[in-house]
């Protein structure tokens, strides 16, 4: 869970800046994306699968090089 402690000084906008911030990098945002549709399991093994041939075939060229 995110929460932002409005400091001293600090405006609304500033406040909800970092908030947004910490929502990017806590990974919430990108979850909420993932999550917003049903996914069969079968095309989260798929994704995964790709994921870890493309992961592969990146170190395979870099390696050759």
Do not use: C, H, N, T
Request: net charge positive; glycine share 4%.
């Amino acid at each position: 869970m995110v929460k932002v402690l409005v400091r001293d000084r600090e405006s609304i906008q500033e406040a909800v800046r970092r908030f947004g911030k910490l929502v990017m990098r806590s990974g919430l945002k990108k979850e909420m994306r993932r999550r917003k549709y049903y996914e069969k399991p079968s095309d989260l093994k798929r994704r995964a699968r790709l994921r870890a041939e493309r992961r592969a075939m990146k170190e395979r060229l870099l390696v050759q090089d």
